[in-house]
């Protein structure tokens, strides 16, 4: 069963910076796409970053310049790195997978991390 684990979440000051990660976990052969989602109190969850298995990237307006997404294809790993950090990036992030691919055969499958949570401090 495929699970996706994240790590790397807290509390940190305006300015600051912290590293996501987040690793698929249970047979997993392939991964189409890895991507990064966020969602605040009362507000919708958003795109913030994503990587395709080939490399090209998709960065949220609100995040270009200070938040870099990569990912370890071997590992299954998805990493986002996330500078100058405002108040207003606090929320719980969310990792997600497309088109995963399983070593048992089965049809892809799309999944998503319990989330982890973001707090910046003033």
């Known amino acids: 069963q495929v699970q996706l684990v994240e790590s790397g979440g807290g509390l940190v000051q305006s300015g600051g910076s912290l590293r996501l990660s987040c690793v698929a976990t249970g047979n997993v052969f392939d991964i189409t796409t890895m991507a990064w989602y966020r969602q605040a109190p009362g507000k919708q969850r958003e795109l913030v970053a994503s990587m395709a298995k080939g490399g090209s990237t998709n960065i949220g307006d609100s995040v270009k310049g200070r938040f870099t997404i990569s990912r370890d294809n071997a590992k299954n790993t998805v990493y986002l790195e996330m500078n100058s950090l405002k108040p207003e990036d606090t929320a719980v992030y969310y990792c997600?997978?497309?088109?995963?691919?399983?070593?048992?055969?089965?049809?892809?499958?799309?999944?998503w991390g319990q989330g982890t949570q973001v707090t910046v401090s003033t």
């Open positions: 997600n997978a497309v088109g995963v691919i399983t070593v048992t055969p089965a049809p892809s499958s799309d999944y």
